[in-house]
């Protein structure tokens, strides 16, 4: 399983959709597909809008939340077109709420058929309830169709750091990290709510560059790419290099 945050489709102009990183999620996806590992993607929407930014358009929470969603289709849309572009495999978008003329409902048991016949997975519009980050649609939609590891594509960072690296410089990344040890440091690659279902279920996470090239493949070929959060303890994080 793949989360792609909506802001790793903008590039650099931070929002919409960059054709450029458009063509490199493609890439990178097909990559892993080539290895005849099955790919399922959950999609953010953030590229579009944020539910949390509701109070600032003066409307409900539950309103906003709705556009989201509506923002995740629209990329899985994107990117399902890109990928019938590059002659890809058969390519199914599922979706949490019914939108018949456009996706396939979000079925259980369809999508791991699909799987099994070798078609990449794109699932939107999270699970289809307001109040719910599409990080935790992940983790939901992960353990569901029993995923080996659910794999989160983040926006200009390339692991979980000891500190924010953006403004701390000699930040260290963590190469691993258990579950306890990621909640009990408050650790900000996903909501709280997501990491807690992932640790119950001991699905193991790996947290990476979107922009990174060979970054998917890689992480399931077992390199050490980003930062992988797993059920162990780990040692201190040490410097890179």
């Not at 969603?69 to 077109?81: K, S």
């Not at 369809?110 to 309830?129: F, P």
């Not at 960072?157 to 691993?176: K, L, Q």
């Not at 900000?188 to 090239?213: I, K, N, P, R, S």
């Amino acid at each position: 399983m793949v989360k792609l945050s909506g802001e790793a489709f903008t590039g650099a102009a931070g929002w919409g959709t960059d054709p450029v990183s458009l063509v490199h999620l493609t890439e990178e996806i097909l990559s892993v597909h080539e290895l005849d590992v099955q790919v399922a993607v959950v999609l953010g929407g953030g590229n579009y809008f944020r539910g949390r930014t509701a109070a600032a358009w003066g409307i409900g929470r539950a309103e906003a939340d709705a556009i989201g969603m509506l923002g995740t289709v629209m990329n899985a849309l994107l990117l399902r077109g890109e990928l019938a572009a590059h002659h890809a495999a058969d390519v199914r978008v599922m979706t949490a709420t019914a939108m018949p003329s456009v996706a396939e409902p979000f079925i259980r048991l369809r999508a791991l058929r699909h799987l099994d016949h070798g078609l990449i997975v794109l699932l939107a519009g999270g699970i289809g309830q307001p109040y719910v980050t599409t990080d935790y649609a992940a983790v939901q939609r992960a353990l569901e169709l029993e995923t080996d590891a659910l794999l989160l594509a983040k926006h200009g960072v390339d692991g979980v750091y000891d500190h924010d690296p953006r403004t701390h410089p000699g930040a260290i990344r963590y190469t691993e990290l258990s579950h306890r040890e990621a909640l009990a440091r408050d650790v900000q690659v996903m909501d709280t709510t997501a990491l807690v279902l992932a640790a119950e279920h001991h699905l193991t996470m790996h947290v990476f560059d979107a922009a990174a090239t060979g970054a998917m493949r890689a992480i399931c070929q077992g390199r050490d790419i980003g930062t992988r959060i797993a059920d162990h303890e780990t040692r201190p994080p040490l410097p890179e290099g």
